[in-house]
C-alpha cells in the first residue's frame, strides 16, 4: 500500500511511504498500520477528523472510514485540513475555535432571524439550479435548505460547525477554504456565504472555488461592508472596528481580477439584531480580538448600546463564471 502525505507529516517521514498489507483492511485499521510503523507521527495522527483523506484519488466521507477497504496495490492520500503555517495558520486555528465555541449561539440567532439564510437566497438568485454545490465555510449548514434541490457539500473549518452541518447536508468535512481537497471541474457551482473576509489568504480560496467548478458554472458568495446611518460607519462613530482577515476592499479587488460582479444588498436593522449578532463568540472577537469570552461579551453589551435604534447593514454578493 502507498501512502502520501502533504504537511507536517510529510517533513517528518517523508512524501511517500510503502506499508505491506497481506489482506484487506479498513481505512482506519490502516491509518493504524502508519501509526505503528512511524511512532513518531502517531500524535500528529490521533484526531482524523483534521485529515481530508482519499483512496486512489476518491474523498472519503468520514463515515467511510470504518468501512471501506485497503488493498495492497492502493494508493491513501492524507491531507491535513488546515493549510498554510505561522501567522496564517494560527488565524485559522484562532477562527475555527471561535466558531467551535459559537455553535449554539449561531443557531440561536439564525432561528430567531433567518438572517444567514437571507443571505443564501441572494446567493441562490444568482447561481439559479445547480446539481452540485461546493459549500465554502458551510457553518450549521443553512445553505442546504436554500439549495433544497442540490447536493450540497459542506466544508468548514470549525468541527464544531460540520458535527451539526452533516445532518442538513448532502456530506460535510472538516477543511480549509483555500486548500481544497476536491479534484479540477468536480462542482456545478461553489458558495462562499458570509465567509469569504474570515479566510486570510481569501484571493487563493477563490481561485481554489474556481479550480473545483466545472465550466460554465458558477462561483457566488456574499461579504460584509458595515453598519450604517446614511454615509457614517456607526461602529467607528463609537470608536469600534471590525477587525477582518480578508477585509471587503480586498475581497473586491480579487473578484475584479477574477473578472466577477458585484451587487449592493441592504438591511434596515434594529440595535437588538446588531448586539445578538455580535454576541455570536466569533463575531465577538472581531471587535475584541485576544480578549476573553466573557469580557467580550460585557463589552458587546456595554459599547452597542450606542448604536442607532435602528440602521443598515450593507454587504455585497459577488458572482464569477467560470
Same mark, same amino acid.
Request: hydrophobic residues 45%.
Given at each position: ?5 502533504? %504537511? ?41 477528523? /483534521? ?21 495492497? *496495490? ?11 503555517? %505561522? ?21 440561536? &440567532?439564525?432561528?430567531?432571524?433567518? /438572517? /444567514? ?22 457553518? *450549521? ?45 468536480? &462542482? ?29 458554472? *458558477? ?10 446611518? %446614511? ?56 471587535? &475584541? ?23 443598515? &447593514? ?9
Amino acid at each position: 500500500m502507498i501512502v502520501r502525505f502533504v %504537511g507536517p507529516i510529510a517533513s517528518k517521514i517523508g512524501k511517500e511511504v510503502e506499508i505491506r498489507i497481506e489482506k484487506e483492511i479498513s481505512v482506519e485499521e490502516a491509518i493504524e498500520k502508519i501509526r505503528e510503523h512511524y511512532p513518531q507521527v502517531k500524535n500528529d495522527l490521533l484526531d482524523l477528523s /483534521f485529515y481530508n483523506i482519499s483512496l486512489n484519488g476518491e474523498l472519503l466521507k468520514k463515515d467511510e472510514l470504518e468501512t471501506r477497504k485497503v488493498a495492497d *496495490t492502493d494508493i491513501l492520500i492524507l491531507i491535513p485540513a488546515i493549510a498554510g503555517g %505561522g501567522k496564517e495558520k494560527k488565524i485559522k486555528l484562532i477562527i475555527g475555535r471561535n466558531f467551535d465555541i459559537s455553535t449554539p449561539v449561531y443557531d440561536s &440567532f439564525e432561528r430567531k432571524y433567518g /438572517f /444567514f439564510a437571507r443571505l443564501a437566497w441572494e446567493i441562490k438568485k444568482k447561481i439559479g439550479y445547480a446539481e452540485l454545490v461546493l459549500d465554502v465555510g458551510c457553518g *450549521t449548514g443553512v445553505l442546504g435548505e436554500v439549495f433544497s434541490d442540490s447536493k450540497v457539500v459542506g466544508l468548514d473549518i470549525s468541527p464544531g460547525m460540520v458535527g451539526i452541518a452533516r445532518n442538513r447536508l448532502y456530506d460535510a468535512l472538516i477543511g480549509d477554504g483555500s486548500r481544497l481537497p476536491f479534484r479540477d471541474s468536480s &462542482f456545478d457551482a461553489a458558495a462562499f456565504n458570509a465567509v469569504i473576509f474570515l479566510i486570510p489568504d481569501g484571493e487563493k480560496a477563490l481561485r481554489d472555488a474556481v479550480r473545483v467548478v466545472r465550466e460554465n458554472g *458558477t462561483v457566488c458568495g456574499t461579504y460584509i461592508v458595515g453598519l450604517f446611518e %446614511g454615509d457614517e460607519e456607526v461602529l467607528e462613530k463609537i470608536g469600534l472596528n471590525h477587525s477582518l482577515p480578508f477585509p471587503w476592499k480586498s475581497v473586491e479587488k480579487a473578484i475584479g481580477r477574477l473578472n466577477g460582479i458585484t451587487d449592493e444588498i441592504s438591511f434596515r436593522v434594529k440595535r437588538e439584531f446588531v448586539v445578538d449578532f455580535y454576541s455570536i463568540p466569533a463575531m465577538s472577537n472581531a471587535l &475584541f480580538p485576544k480578549m476573553e469570552l466573557e469580557k467580550r461579551l460585557e463589552l458587546v453589551k456595554q459599547k452597542l448600546s450606542n448604536l442607532p435604534d435602528e440602521m443598515d &447593514f450593507v454587504w455585497r454578493v459577488f458572482r464569477i463564471s467560470v
